[in-house]
Nanobody, 123 residues
Framework: DVQLVESGGGSAQAGGSLRLSCAAS????????LGWFRQAPGKEREGIAC???????SYAESAKGRFTISHDNAKNTHDLQIDNLKPEDTAMYYC??????????????????WGQGTQVTVS
């Protein structure tokens, strides 16, 4: 079974940075897209960025400039770097995997496996 485990969340000051990690195991896909999403209380889940096994990345327009998605080969994790944190970044952050490729606007509904999430709180 594919399992995803997020880590790296926590409380941070506005203007600071956080690096979230998504550790995955049990991949059965020859090609995959790993996406990061977030959901704030009372709001819909929104996509942030994705990366596929070829290294192709895509970002939501709102995420360009402060968010960076990457694959850490040494740790075998898919990371999301968040810089210049803002209070509106407060949310539960999830990683999710889908077969196929990363492309702009790939919907959450196309991702079949989700992690439990990691909370980010910015004050």
């Amino acid at each position: 079974d594919v399992q995803l485990v997020e880590s790296g969340g926590g409380s941070a000051q506005a203007g600071g940075s956080l690096r979230l990690s998504c550790a995955a195991s049990g991949y059965a896909y020859n090609s995959y897209s790993l996406g990061w999403f977030r959901q704030a209380p009372g709001k819909e889940r929104e996509g942030i960025a994705c990366i596929d096994n070829d290294g192709t990345t895509s970002y939501a327009e709102s995420a360009k400039g402060r968010f960076t998605i990457s694959h850490d080969n040494a740790k075998n994790t898919h990371d999301l770097q968040i810089d210049n944190l803002k209070p509106e970044d407060t949310a539960m952050y999830y990683c999710a995997v889908a077969g196929g490729y990363c492309y702009a606007g790939r919907p959450a509904s196309s991702h079949l496996i989700w992690g439990q999430g990691t909370q980010v709180t910015v004050s």
